[in-house]
């Protein structure tokens, strides 16, 4: 198995920028894609952003599409969420996931798709 390890969560205020790391720690060569997840109190778990281990291509939801960019570095095996122009909205934990399986366009964000699941980081944006 993997283990998925989160940091660079902060409070910023609106406008501010952070970014993210997901480090893996074990046998990734199974891995097929790597996501963020963020959740915030009372909201459903979304996907924000995935990036597919063959081709590096990536995928966003359309509320961050200009604003958060995920990228992966293959030598440290740490998968990365930059994120720019915060506002409130973006409060959330965010989560890091990583997936074995084949997947679809439909089940891209799909929770129960992702079988490694880092503990979060907390990322809180102040107006």
């Known amino acids: 198995a993997v283990q998925l390890v989160e940091s660079g969560g902060d409070s910023v205020e609106a406008g501010g920028s952070l970014r993210l790391d997901c480090a893996a720690v074990g046998f990734t060569d199974n891995i097929r894609a790597t996501a963020w997840f963020r959740q915030a109190p009372g909201k459903e778990r979304e996907g924000v952003a995935l990036i597919f281990s063959s081709t590096g291509g990536a995928l966003y939801t359309s509320s961050v599409k200009g604003r958060f960019t995920i990228s992966r570095d293959n030598t440290t095996k740490t998968v990365y969420l930059e994120m720019n122009s915060l506002t409130p909205d973006d409060t959330a934990m965010y989560y890091c996931?990583?997936?074995?399986?084949?997947?679809?366009?439909?089940?891209?964000?799909?929770?129960?798709?992702?079988?490694?699941w880092g503990q979060g980081t907390q990322v809180t944006v102040s107006s």
């Open positions: 996931a990583a997936t074995t399986l084949s997947l679809t366009w439909e089940k891209r964000f799909l929770r129960s798709m992702y079988t490694d």
